[in-house]
């Protein structure tokens, strides 16, 4: 299967802890973001990066949260200190070329906080 | 802030009517993505529309980018239970004071088709 894969696809954690997500885009994409998705809702973006690059962040994102794409490949979302609000999934998707291209989503890793 | 905004949030149809999904953004958009995602799965990208007044179909779906490229719908004709899921549309929106640009999604639209 050569599309985004992102692991573990479900997460549950007790409030306070820290949780760390990974998604593998798809090899040739240089560009990779980060959504958080909750029932009823579209894909809310988090971040995004450019190769290895982190160009945008959503305001909305506390300092709890922080993303790497240490070699332009793989991308890391860490969460530390997880609230209950945190709870929904949280969606990797990839693109190739230009910035408003089609983004190919992952299945997303489902996170769940008691 | 931009916003983009799609009605209805659901629809429930009989398999064979036809329906349409409409997205509408407070400001002018460069350009509309729509994506699929099916229950329990992730979105899927149905198709990008760039131009004013485009119009673009795939089988029974029908595309449109309003003049002023603020707002979109998504027709879909005789629908069939393969059809269930939710459809979003994507407007990309440069991102506050930058170069860069975020994709803005709306809250979707979940059809749900009776057989």
């Known amino acids: 299967d050569t599309g985004v894969s992102q692991n573990p696809r479900h997460k549950i954690t007790k409030r306070g802890q820290n949780v760390t997500f990974r998604c593998d885009p798809i090899?040739?994409?240089?560009?990779l973001y980060w959504y958080r998705q909750t029932l009823g809702q579209g894909p809310e973006f988090l971040t995004y990066f450019q190769n290895e690059a982190q160009l945008e962040k959503s305001r909305l994102l506390s300092d709890r949260f922080s993303a790497e794409r240490p070699k332009g490949s793989f991308s890391t979302l860490e969460i530390q200190r997880t609230e209950q609000g945190d709870s929904a999934m949280y969606l990797c998707?990839?693109?190739?070329?230009?910035?408003?291209?089609?983004?190919?989503f992952g299945p997303g890793t489902r996170l769940t906080v008691t | 802030g931009q916003q983009v905004m799609q009605i209805p949030q659901y629809q429930h149809v009989q398999e064979g009517e036809d329906f349409t999904t409409y997205c509408n953004s407070s400001?002018?958009?460069?350009?509309i993505q729509w994506y699929k995602q099916r229950p329990g799965g992730h979105p899927v990208f149905l198709i990008q529309?760039?131009?004013?007044?485009e119009v673009k179909k795939q089988k029974r779906l029908t595309f449109q980018f309003g003049e002023a490229k603020k707002n979109s719908s998504l027709h879909i004709t005789a629908t069939q239970t393969t059809d269930v899921g939710t459809y979003f549309c994507a407007g990309w929106v440069r991102y506050s004071g930058g170069s860069n640009y975020k994709l803005t999604f709306g809250k979707g639209t979940l059809l749900t088709v009776n057989p």
């Open positions: 090899s040739e994409h240089n560009r």
């Open positions: 400001t002018t958009l460069s350009n």
């Open positions: 998707a990839s693109s190739f070329g230009a910035s408003t291209y089609e983004q190919y």
């Open positions: 529309l760039v131009k004013s007044g």
